[in-house]
T-cell receptor, first 115, second 113 residues
């Protein structure tokens, strides 16, 4: 399976600021995704990070709030902009697993708390 | 509208006994189901999966059962071990869904010594 390094692992931020989360994969992957898990809830797909083009956002998520970069096949960033306490969540980077039955492989996540 | 539901937020089981985690879904187009396990401060890790053409898949101590008519699947862990204490997520996908999974809210499994 791919090894995913996600940074920072956790952060506490002030309302109105922005945080950029980095995701580095140890091998080239075609598909990379960003998920959010709000407290006590299921994982929700934010967007698919596309290499060399704009990310594809799911319903309810917009580029101005969650800008995403994907400059190459091993790296992506997600920025949470103009944060509010409602943005307090775990943010997860994921890639398609190498095994045919695995579907998705996840990084360790970023625990974000907004005060 | 929650398409994948895990109605038990938590479950406590004695070590050595069987743990049964349940998951219900509403979308009949789902044809592939997965279970992931998540420890605190870690990302979810893949555990086991099942295709809709099967009703059972086994991997060591873990067995997933699928009842398509009831739109229900369950994960059995036997015997349960302390290291099994984690949050378990059920996820589903439809054919040609481009790796997009629909997730349940998770069940926290606690294995008591």
């Amino acid at each position: 399976s791919a090894v995913i390094s996600q940074k920072p692992s956790r952060d506490i931020c002030q309302r109105g600021t922005s945080l950029t989360i980095q995701c580095q994969v140890d091998s080239q992957v075609t598909m990379m995704f960003w998920y959010r898990q709000q407290p006590g809830q299921s994982l929700t797909l934010i967007a698919t990070a596309n290499q060399g083009s704009e990310a594809t956002y799911e319903s309810g998520f917009v580029i101005d709030k969650f800008p995403i970069s994907r400059p190459n096949l091993t790296f992506s960033t997600l920025t949470v902009s103009n944060m509010s306490p409602e943005d307090s969540s775990i943010y997860l980077c994921s890639v398609v697993g190498k095994a045919t039955n695995e579907k998705l492989f996840f990084g360790s996540g970023t625990q974000l708390s907004v005060l | 509208d929650q398409q994948v539901k895990q109605n038990s937020p938590s479950l406590s089981v004695q070590e050595g006994r069987i743990s049964i985690l349940n998951c219900d879904y509403t979308n009949s187009m789902f044809d592939y189901f997965l279970w992931y396990k998540k420890y605190p401060a870690e990302g979810p890790t893949f555990l086991i999966s099942i295709s809709s053409i099967k009703d059972k898949n086994e991997d060591g101590r873990f067995t997933v059962f699928l009842n398509k008519s009831a739109k229900h699947l369950s994960l059995h862990i036997v015997p349960s071990q302390p290291g099994d204490s984690a949050v378990y997520f059920c996820a589903a996908s439809a054919m040609d869904s481009n790796y997009q999974l629909i997730w349940g809210a998770g069940t926290k499994l606690i294995i008591k010594p």
